[in-house]
């Protein structure tokens, strides 16, 4: 069973930067992807931005320029390189893995809260 374990959130002023990491378990041969996404108060969780395994990542519109997304396969990390915070940036953010083969699967994160302050 994957387990994923996010780190790094907190209570930042806008401007400044943020790292979030994401440790998972399990077998990083078989990550077909992975990513990043969050959810604010009264809002859907959306995409901010996922690494697939073969080297292609992609971000969200409003995190473009911004936001990296980077993974450690020897740590089996995920990372998320925030810089120049926005008020519009606070949520909860959360770690997820999509497995193939033996890990077939969509695992998912308790979460990390990113809140930034004006």
């Known amino acids: 069973q994957v387990q994923l374990v996010e780190s790094g959130g907190g209570l930042v002023q806008a401007g400044v930067s943020l790292r979030l990491s994401c440790a998972a378990s399990?077998?990083?041969?078989?990550?077909?992807?992975m990513g990043w996404y969050r959810q604010a108060p009264g809002k859907e969780r959306e995409l901010v931005a996922r690494d697939i395994s073969g080297g292609s990542t992609n971000y969200a519109d409003s995190v473009k320029g911004r936001f990296t997304i980077s993974r450690d396969t020897a740590k089996n990390t995920l990372y998320l390189q925030m810089n120049s915070l926005k008020t519009e940036d606070t949520a909860v953010y959360y770690c997820?893995?999509?497995?193939?083969?033996?890990?077939?699967?969509?695992?998912w994160g308790q979460g990390t809260q990113v809140t930034v302050s004006s």
């Open positions: 997820n893995e999509v497995g193939w083969g033996a890990c077939f699967g969509d695992y």
């Open positions: 399990g077998d990083s041969k078989c990550i077909a992807s």
